[in-house]
């Protein structure tokens, strides 16, 4: 039985704490730390398996999603159309190919996506789990490079150079308490009493 919940008493205050702490980046970093763990085919792999999967394809972004069954979701141009192809993250397999748009090369003469994922992973030492163009600057591209538990953004300039890096912080979605990771909390109510403390089970 797991508990979650310390109710420590002072002369005067009651401090109210979980016995364990949460995942510090979120939900959505556990999920990305499982699915990498299944993989058998790595984010830049499936860039260009799903490039290969188009006439002339390009990939613009890519990304391994967990929200469901973990799978890649590699952005790609091909014929004047963006596509969406999806790929098994086990065997490398295209699972579905299905056009989302018209769109154009946002930056000609960027290097690769999959150089830029290879960039990343090496200068971070960890796994890349996304790469998308910079939301101001489409020349600019940033990746998500998963590095034990701690996620981080990795900017490139259009030759590869590494602009930045820093921790992604969750947003307040990754950051809601589930079931079985809770983050630390405290409430200050009046209590009288010497020092005690007690765990509370957690609900099932």
Same mark, same amino acid.
């Given at each position: ?22 995942? &510090? ?11 990498? $763990?299944? $993989? ?29 069954? !973990? ?40 290097i690769p996506v999959a ?17 998308? !163009? ?13 590095? &034990? ?7 490139? $300039? ?11 912080? !969750?947003? $307040?979605?990754?950051?809601? !308490? ?27």
């Amino acid at each position: 039985m797991r508990l979650h919940t310390l109710l420590i008493g002072t002369s005067g205050t009651i401090l109210l704490a979980a016995c364990s702490g949460a995942d &510090g980046m979120g939900p959505r970093v556990t999920k990305l730390q499982e699915a990498v $763990a299944q $993989a058998k085919v790595s984010l830049g792999r499936s860039v260009k398996s799903g490039e290969a999967s188009l006439t002339a394809g390009k990939a613009v972004k890519a990304a391994l999603l967990v929200d469901a069954i !973990p799978e890649y979701s590699v952005g790609a141009l091909g014929g004047g159309s963006l596509y969406d192809v999806r790929l098994d993250i086990v065997t490398g397999s295209v699972t579905a190919s299905n056009v989302v748009g018209a769109s154009t090369d946002p930056c000609p003469g960027s290097i690769p996506v999959a150089d830029a994922v290879a960039i990343a992973e090496a200068h971070m030492n960890g796994t890349s789990v996304a790469v998308q !163009p910079d939301d101001d600057d489409q020349c600019l591209r940033e990746v998500q490079v998963l590095v &034990g538990d701690v996620l981080w953004e990795v900017k490139e $300039a259009r030759d590869g150079a590494v602009l930045r890096r820093r921790s992604r912080r !969750p947003t $307040a979605t990754e950051r809601r !308490p589930s079931s079985k990771a809770r983050f630390l909390r405290f409430h200050a109510l009046p209590f009288e009493h010497l020092p005690t403390v007690t765990c509370i089970p957690a609900e099932a």
